[in-house]
Nanobody
Framework: QVQLVESGGGLVQAGGSLRLSCAAS????????VGWFRQAAGKEREFVAA????????NVADSLKGRFTISRDNAKNTVYLQMNSLKPEDTAVYYC?????????????????WGQGTQVTVSS
């Protein structure tokens, strides 16, 4: 059973940085994709970034490029989301998701496994 545990969320002032971690366990993750999504209050869940477990094809949402970066550490079975120059509109619950994939999915429906989420709040 795949388990995903997010950590690293919290309260930060606008302009600050946070690094979210997604620790994966329960199987080997060859040919898996891991994605980050976020959901603000009253809004739909939206794609943030994704990466193949091999490290290939990192993809960040166009609106977040230049501020957000996704990476992984296979030795630690962990995927990271580095968020810089945070804005109040980045406030949301951030979710980690995983799925077996050949092509990197960017829609929530493309993922089978989800973490519990971690709250990120950016104050102005």
């Amino acid at each position: 059973q795949v388990q995903l545990v997010e950590s690293g969320g919290g309260l930060v002032q606008a302009g600050g940085s946070l690094r979210l971690s997604c620790a994966a366990s329960g199987r080997t993750f060859n040919n898996y994709a891991v994605g980050w999504f976020r959901q603000a209050a009253g809004k739909e869940r939206e794609f943030v970034a994704a990466i193949m477990w091999s490290g290939r094809n990192p993809n960040v949402a166009d609106s977040l490029k230049g501020r957000f970066t996704i990476s992984r550490d296979n030795a630690k079975n962990t995927v990271y989301l580095q968020m810089n120059s945070l804005k109040p509109e980045d406030t949301a619950v951030y979710y980690c998701a995983a799925t077996f994939a050949i092509v990197l999915p960017t829609a929530p429906t493309g993922y089978n496994y989800w973490g519990q989420g971690t709250q990120v709040t950016v104050s102005s």
